[in-house]
Protein backbone atom coordinates (compact mmCIF):
# COMPACT_ATOMS: atom_id res chain seq x y z
CA UNK A 1 0.00 0.00 0.00
CA UNK A 2 1.43 3.32 -0.97
CA UNK A 3 2.16 5.25 1.81
CA UNK A 4 -0.45 8.23 2.66
CA UNK A 5 2.56 11.06 3.04
CA UNK A 6 4.71 9.96 0.58
CA UNK A 7 5.03 12.72 -0.87
CA UNK A 8 4.90 15.08 2.32
CA UNK A 9 7.86 15.75 4.39
CA UNK A 10 6.80 15.07 7.81
CA UNK A 11 9.51 13.49 9.71
CA UNK A 12 8.86 9.69 11.76
CA UNK A 13 7.43 10.36 14.98
CA UNK A 14 10.09 10.47 17.87
CA UNK A 15 7.86 9.04 20.63
CA UNK A 16 10.58 7.94 22.86
CA UNK A 17 10.73 8.90 26.42
CA UNK A 18 13.73 9.25 27.39
CA UNK A 19 14.85 12.20 29.38
CA UNK A 20 16.20 14.32 26.32
CA UNK A 21 12.58 14.10 24.39
CA UNK A 22 11.03 15.60 27.22
CA UNK A 23 12.58 18.83 26.75
CA UNK A 24 10.25 21.10 24.37
CA UNK A 25 7.54 18.38 24.22
CA UNK A 26 6.00 18.25 21.04
CA UNK A 27 2.65 18.56 22.89
CA UNK A 28 2.00 21.97 22.30
CA UNK A 29 5.75 22.83 21.15
CA UNK A 30 7.07 23.89 24.59
CA UNK A 31 8.06 21.98 28.25
CA UNK A 32 5.34 20.89 30.64
CA UNK A 33 4.43 23.47 32.73
CA UNK A 34 1.39 22.49 34.51
CA UNK A 35 2.85 22.80 37.76
CA UNK A 36 2.83 20.02 40.75
CA UNK A 37 7.09 19.57 40.08
CA UNK A 38 6.30 16.17 39.29
CA UNK A 39 8.20 14.36 36.55
CA UNK A 40 5.92 13.92 33.85
CA UNK A 41 7.37 14.18 30.67
CA UNK A 42 6.62 10.62 29.50
CA UNK A 43 2.75 10.85 29.80
CA UNK A 44 0.95 12.88 27.18
CA UNK A 45 -2.17 15.13 27.86
CA UNK A 46 -5.24 14.56 26.03
CA UNK A 47 -7.33 17.41 24.41
CA UNK A 48 -9.59 17.44 27.75
CA UNK A 49 -6.30 18.33 29.81
CA UNK A 50 -6.70 14.73 31.23
CA UNK A 51 -3.10 12.71 31.56
CA UNK A 52 -3.06 9.50 29.60
CA UNK A 53 -0.70 6.75 30.17
CA UNK A 54 -1.27 3.67 28.67
CA UNK A 55 2.46 2.23 28.73
CA UNK A 56 2.57 2.53 24.78
CA UNK A 57 3.79 6.58 23.84
CA UNK A 58 2.61 5.51 20.41
CA UNK A 59 -0.90 5.22 22.36
CA UNK A 60 -0.67 7.91 24.38
CA UNK A 61 0.34 10.10 21.67
CA UNK A 62 -2.95 9.69 19.57
CA UNK A 63 -4.35 12.06 22.29
CA UNK A 64 -1.75 14.16 22.31
CA UNK A 65 -2.59 18.08 21.87
CA UNK A 66 -1.06 19.44 18.63
CA UNK A 67 -2.51 17.69 15.30
CA UNK A 68 0.80 17.09 14.56
CA UNK A 69 1.76 14.70 17.03
CA UNK A 70 -1.36 12.62 16.86
CA UNK A 71 -0.77 12.50 13.01
CA UNK A 72 2.79 11.03 13.56
CA UNK A 73 1.18 8.68 16.07
CA UNK A 74 -1.22 7.45 13.74
CA UNK A 75 1.52 6.96 10.80
CA UNK A 76 3.94 5.25 13.26
CA UNK A 77 0.96 3.14 14.59
CA UNK A 78 -0.04 2.19 10.80
CA UNK A 79 3.45 1.54 10.19
CA UNK A 80 3.94 -1.00 12.74
CA UNK A 81 0.75 -2.73 12.21
CA UNK A 82 -0.02 -4.92 15.27
CA UNK A 83 -3.42 -6.16 15.58
CA UNK A 84 -3.11 -4.64 19.80
CA UNK A 85 -3.61 -1.74 18.60
CA UNK A 86 -7.19 -1.90 17.10
CA UNK A 87 -8.85 -0.57 19.77
CA UNK A 88 -7.20 1.97 20.28
CA UNK A 89 -7.27 3.56 17.04
CA UNK A 90 -11.52 2.81 16.79
CA UNK A 91 -11.77 4.73 20.24
CA UNK A 92 -9.68 7.41 18.76
CA UNK A 93 -11.80 8.11 15.20
CA UNK A 94 -14.88 8.61 17.51
CA UNK A 95 -13.45 11.88 19.22
CA UNK A 96 -10.88 12.51 16.35
CA UNK A 97 -11.50 16.33 15.60
CA UNK A 98 -8.65 17.37 12.72
CA UNK A 99 -9.50 15.74 9.09
CA UNK A 100 -6.12 14.94 8.58
CA UNK A 101 -5.67 12.69 11.26
CA UNK A 102 -8.69 10.83 10.57
CA UNK A 103 -7.58 10.42 7.47
CA UNK A 104 -4.15 8.78 9.12
CA UNK A 105 -6.26 6.63 11.08
CA UNK A 106 -8.31 5.37 8.43
CA UNK A 107 -4.72 4.14 6.86
CA UNK A 108 -3.49 2.99 10.00
CA UNK A 109 -6.86 0.76 10.13
CA UNK A 110 -6.31 0.06 6.83
CA UNK A 111 -3.23 -2.40 7.11
CA UNK A 112 -4.51 -4.54 9.75
CA UNK A 113 -6.26 -7.65 9.42
CA UNK A 114 -9.52 -6.87 7.83
CA UNK A 115 -11.22 -10.41 9.59
CA UNK A 116 -10.11 -8.24 13.03
CA UNK A 117 -10.97 -4.77 11.95
CA UNK A 118 -14.00 -5.37 9.62
CA UNK A 119 -16.32 -6.70 12.25
CA UNK A 120 -15.35 -3.81 14.60
CA UNK A 121 -16.03 -1.04 11.90
CA UNK A 122 -19.28 -2.76 11.44
CA UNK A 123 -20.32 -2.79 15.05
CA UNK A 124 -19.24 0.78 14.95
CA UNK A 125 -22.56 1.78 12.38
CA UNK A 126 -24.82 1.65 15.96
CA UNK A 127 -23.23 3.93 17.52
CA UNK A 128 -24.85 7.37 18.84
CA UNK A 129 -21.93 9.12 17.84
CA UNK A 130 -22.40 10.46 13.74
CA UNK A 131 -18.24 10.97 13.67
CA UNK A 132 -17.96 7.38 14.70
CA UNK A 133 -20.35 6.22 12.14
CA UNK A 134 -18.69 8.00 9.00
CA UNK A 135 -15.42 7.58 10.15
CA UNK A 136 -16.45 4.03 10.20
CA UNK A 137 -18.30 3.75 6.82
CA UNK A 138 -15.44 5.48 4.87
CA UNK A 139 -12.89 2.90 6.25
CA UNK A 140 -15.05 0.08 5.23
CA UNK A 141 -14.88 1.69 1.91
CA UNK A 142 -10.90 2.06 1.80
CA UNK A 143 -10.50 -1.91 3.04
CA UNK A 144 -13.01 -3.08 0.38
CA UNK A 145 -14.62 -6.06 2.15
CA UNK A 146 -17.32 -7.11 0.70
CA UNK A 147 -18.69 -8.11 4.21
CA UNK A 148 -18.96 -5.13 4.58
CA UNK A 149 -22.09 -4.63 2.55
CA UNK A 150 -24.72 -6.42 4.22
CA UNK A 151 -24.74 -4.18 7.65
CA UNK A 152 -25.29 -0.96 4.96
CA UNK A 153 -27.34 -2.34 2.10
CA UNK A 154 -30.27 -0.10 2.09
CA UNK A 155 -32.46 -3.09 0.97
CA UNK A 156 -31.84 -4.71 4.17
CA UNK A 157 -31.85 -2.10 6.55
CA UNK A 158 -33.62 0.75 4.68
CA UNK A 159 -32.57 4.63 4.63
CA UNK A 160 -30.98 4.88 8.06
CA UNK A 161 -27.49 5.51 6.94
CA UNK A 162 -28.03 7.10 3.44
CA UNK A 163 -30.61 9.22 4.48
CA UNK A 164 -29.30 9.66 8.00
CA UNK A 165 -29.86 13.43 9.14
CA UNK A 166 -25.90 14.62 9.45
CA UNK A 167 -24.81 15.02 6.03
CA UNK A 168 -21.49 13.40 6.46
CA UNK A 169 -22.89 10.05 8.22
CA UNK A 170 -25.27 10.27 4.50
CA UNK A 171 -22.05 11.31 1.90
CA UNK A 172 -19.38 8.43 3.56
CA UNK A 173 -22.68 6.12 3.50
CA UNK A 174 -23.02 6.71 -0.35
CA UNK A 175 -19.32 6.37 -1.02
CA UNK A 176 -19.07 3.27 0.85
CA UNK A 177 -22.40 1.44 -0.32
CA UNK A 178 -20.91 2.66 -4.09
CA UNK A 179 -17.31 1.06 -3.16
CA UNK A 180 -19.01 -1.93 -1.75
CA UNK A 181 -22.23 -2.93 -3.39
CA UNK A 182 -22.23 -6.56 -5.44
CA UNK A 183 -22.89 -5.91 -8.92
CA UNK A 184 -26.23 -7.68 -8.60
CA UNK A 185 -27.44 -5.10 -6.44
CA UNK A 186 -26.54 -1.81 -8.33
CA UNK A 187 -29.78 -1.39 -9.63
CA UNK A 188 -31.39 -1.94 -6.28
CA UNK A 189 -29.11 0.69 -4.62
CA UNK A 190 -29.39 3.36 -7.37
CA UNK A 191 -33.22 3.48 -6.82
CA UNK A 192 -32.91 3.76 -2.66
CA UNK A 193 -29.99 6.87 -3.72
CA UNK A 194 -32.11 8.68 -6.29
CA UNK A 195 -34.78 8.90 -3.28
CA UNK A 196 -32.11 11.50 -1.99
CA UNK A 197 -32.07 13.73 -4.62
CA UNK A 198 -32.58 17.49 -4.00
CA UNK A 199 -30.94 17.06 -0.75
CA UNK A 200 -28.81 19.79 0.63
CA UNK A 201 -26.07 22.08 -0.32
CA UNK A 202 -24.22 21.97 -3.85
CA UNK A 203 -21.00 19.57 -2.10
CA UNK A 204 -23.89 17.08 -1.34
CA UNK A 205 -25.75 17.10 -4.36
CA UNK A 206 -22.18 16.86 -6.16
CA UNK A 207 -21.43 13.89 -3.85
CA UNK A 208 -24.89 12.17 -4.49
CA UNK A 209 -24.15 12.64 -8.44
CA UNK A 210 -20.70 11.60 -8.54
CA UNK A 211 -21.93 8.22 -6.44
CA UNK A 212 -25.13 7.62 -9.00
CA UNK A 213 -22.84 8.13 -11.85
CA UNK A 214 -19.79 5.73 -10.47
CA UNK A 215 -22.73 2.90 -10.15
CA UNK A 216 -22.37 2.85 -13.82
CA UNK A 217 -24.33 4.39 -17.09
CA UNK A 218 -26.73 1.20 -17.19
CA UNK A 219 -28.38 2.74 -14.49
CA UNK A 220 -29.65 6.32 -15.87
CA UNK A 221 -32.83 5.44 -16.11
CA UNK A 222 -33.13 4.92 -12.65
CA UNK A 223 -32.48 8.72 -12.46
CA UNK A 224 -34.80 9.40 -15.44
CA UNK A 225 -37.70 8.58 -13.35
CA UNK A 226 -36.96 11.64 -11.32
CA UNK A 227 -36.84 14.09 -14.11
CA UNK A 228 -41.16 14.57 -13.77
CA UNK A 229 -41.03 14.87 -9.87
CA UNK A 230 -43.13 17.20 -8.56
CA UNK A 231 -40.38 19.03 -6.28
CA UNK A 232 -38.02 21.46 -8.51
CA UNK A 233 -35.08 20.88 -6.58
CA UNK A 234 -34.90 17.06 -7.17
CA UNK A 235 -35.66 17.48 -11.05
CA UNK A 236 -32.90 19.95 -11.40
CA UNK A 237 -30.34 17.81 -9.28
CA UNK A 238 -31.42 14.77 -11.53
CA UNK A 239 -31.17 16.55 -14.74
CA UNK A 240 -27.64 17.56 -13.14
CA UNK A 241 -26.72 13.88 -12.38
CA UNK A 242 -28.39 13.45 -16.22
CA UNK A 243 -25.84 15.80 -17.75
CA UNK A 244 -22.95 14.04 -15.57
CA UNK A 245 -23.62 10.49 -16.95
CA UNK A 246 -23.31 12.05 -20.57
CA UNK A 247 -20.20 13.69 -19.60
CA UNK A 248 -18.83 12.45 -15.84
CA UNK A 249 -15.60 15.90 -16.67
CA UNK A 250 -18.40 18.45 -16.98
CA UNK A 251 -18.59 20.46 -13.64
CA UNK A 252 -21.56 20.03 -11.88
CA UNK A 253 -22.59 23.73 -10.60
CA UNK A 254 -22.48 24.74 -14.11
CA UNK A 255 -24.61 21.48 -14.82
CA UNK A 256 -26.99 22.13 -11.96
CA UNK A 257 -27.20 26.01 -12.90
CA UNK A 258 -28.35 25.26 -16.42
CA UNK A 259 -31.02 22.51 -15.26
CA UNK A 260 -32.50 25.11 -12.33
CA UNK A 261 -32.79 27.48 -15.73
CA UNK A 262 -34.69 24.83 -17.64
CA UNK A 263 -36.67 23.78 -14.63
CA UNK A 264 -37.98 27.61 -13.88
CA UNK A 265 -38.78 28.09 -17.19
CA UNK A 266 -40.72 24.99 -17.44
CA UNK A 267 -42.35 25.78 -14.16
CA UNK A 268 -43.26 29.84 -15.74
CA UNK A 269 -44.67 27.99 -18.70
CA UNK A 270 -47.14 25.40 -16.80
CA UNK A 271 -48.62 28.71 -14.78
Do not use: Y
Request: glycine share 6%; hydrophobic share 40%; with cysteine.
Amino acid sequence: MTHPLKHHHISEPALSTETDSRRNDSIGGRSDTTGSGNDSGDRLIEPSGRWNDTGDPMIDALSASTPQRRLQAAMAIGTRAEPRDLDALIARCRIEPDFFVRDMLTWALTRLPAGDTVPRLVAELDSPLSQAISQSLHTLSKIGDVRAWPPMDPARIGTALIAHTDTEVARSAWRAAVALVPGEDREELASALVTQLGRGDLEMQKSLSRALVALGEDLVSVVDERLHAEDDTVRAHAMATRDMFDDPDAGFAHALDAAKRVVALGSEATV
